[in-house]
């Protein structure tokens, strides 16, 4: 099978989807697929890429880690018409994601969304950032759906979360892989040494974009309490970003900051380096689809601390492979750190870690996307536009731009609705009515 992907992260990028979405091309290659991604040109990235095809992009959008592609109309074609694709798979409901869905309608093409992300979380990045911005992103998403033949979620929590959104209903649940046997073997005292923490120091641990998003001063705060009760306790940071200063000040204010140790950002062996330094895995985000990195530290053997959110509920399991607590509590996320520590429940947690870890294996993950392609192949039937010439071929294309401009309107037309509904006088009719679903808008 020819897959053709389309998404707005991608190396250098580190993140989850970036992450994501090498992996998923690297198996399905493996497994004797052709993969061919188009993505956004980036400051830093590999000099040669065979099966890259990279378009303009905006870098560091409004300050951000993101860039923003720019594709030109018309400058994918030859590459989309000489790959041959079966199938288009979108990582993104807009940018790039839009060009997708413009491609897969041009050819005849099944197209296939995974929702990585939940994007209301992340509207601070956009200039106006406001509860309207937010219900956009979330209407932006579910709208999207639409267009496509079948939706991968990354957790249940997403697929149930997708249902009450009225999003399409033909929803199957891939996670994100993790290659488990590379994970487990790291180097645990590499990192120590570099960073001057004691061999026999109990090591938190937390990996990630330090950005707002990822509730890192919740986080910050509940690790700094538990320093605060071990002397012998400290925090090993992978990352970087704008909380870096925050939860720096938050250190100092706790007089803990001489044990926490930032490593930067890092790729490869050193990040699963990283991990074999930890002890246990603090993760605080309420943002995540999966949360990609708490099945990677259970990779390597780690208890994970974490608060109950969509994404992270499926993978923890309180009292098992970690701590999954319900409620935002500093003393009582620090009290978890410190018991998933102790020597004997960290053994028995790490081998139920390493237990869990294996269900998120990449290569089984891959055979199920590999899955759901070819649903969406049975669903949508014979594909033959790729082969159309002239006058079909700028006609396909013409379809294509129309189809995208009434899917925009139909967006536009619900939060028009939807901002009337909130700003009409309570005594106007049918003021308490329901909202009409947004895809039959």
Not at 390 to 397: A, F, L, N, T
Request: aromatic share 8%.
């Amino acid at each position: 099978m020819n897959v053709l992907m389309f998404t707005n992260t991608y190396l250098p990028i580190v993140g989850g989807v970036s992450e994501s979405v090498q992996r998923l091309k690297q198996q399905l290659q493996q497994a004797g697929h052709q993969v061919l991604v188009v993505a956004p040109r980036l400051e830093g990235q590999p000099r040669h890429e065979r099966d890259v095809v990279r378009v303009a992009a905006v870098q560091q959008f409004n300050g951000s880690d993101f860039s923003i592609p720019v594709p030109i109309p018309g400058q994918l074609f030859d590459a989309i018409e000489a790959f041959e694709p079966d199938i288009v798979h979108s990582h993104h409901p807009f940018l790039l994601g839009d060009t997708a869905a413009r491609a897969a309608d041009t050819y005849g093409l099944p197209l296939v969304f995974t929702h990585h992300t939940l994007y209301e979380h992340y509207t601070h990045y956009v200039p106006g950032d406001s509860p309207r911005m937010q219900r956009f992103a979330v209407a932006l998403a579910t709208q999207y759906t639409w267009l496509c033949d079948e939706v991968i979620a990354p957790s249940e929590s997403i697929r149930d979360l997708l249902a009450a959104r009225a999003a399409n209903p033909d929803v199957s649940v891939v996670p994100s892989g993790v290659d488990t046997e590379r994970f487990a073997i790291g180097d645990r005292l590499r990192w120590r040494q570099q960073l001057g923490i004691p061999e026999q120091a109990r090591v938190v641990g937390h990996l990630g974009r330090l950005a707002r998003e990822k509730n890192l001063a919740f986080l910050a705060e509940a690790v700094c309490e538990a320093l605060q009760q071990d002397e012998q306790s400290w925090w090993l940071v992978v990352g970087q970003g704008e909380a870096m200063a925050e939860i720096k000040d938050i250190a100092s204010h706790h007089g803990v900051a001489e044990r926490v140790c930032f490593a930067g950002r890092l790729q490869g062996q050193d990040v699963i380096d990283a991990y074999h330094a930890m002890d246990v895995f603090a993760f605080a985000s309420c943002s995540e689809t999966q949360g990609m990195v708490v099945a990677e530290a259970m990779a390597a053997g780690l208890p994970v601390v974490a608060l109950e959110a969509p994404g992270v509920r499926e993978v923890v399991e309180d009292g098992c492979n970690g701590r999954l607590l319900q409620h935002p509590d500093s003393g009582a996320f620090a009290r978890a750190l410190l018991e998933c520590m102790s020597g004997a429940s960290r053994m028995a947690m790490s081998e139920a870690a390493l237990a869990t870890a294996a269900m998120y294996d990449e290569a089984r993950c891959a055979q199920r996307c590999l899955h759901v392609y070819r649903l969406a192949v049975a669903r949508g039937g014979p594909f033959t536009h790729a082969d159309d010439g002239g006058w079909d071929r700028v006609r396909s294309r013409l379809g294509a731009e129309w189809h995208m401009i009434c899917h925009r309107g139909r967006l536009l037309r619900h939060l028009v609705r939807e901002q009337w509904r909130e700003e009409r006088p309570s005594w106007w009719p049918g003021k308490r009515e329901d909202e009409t679903e947004l895809h039959e808008e």
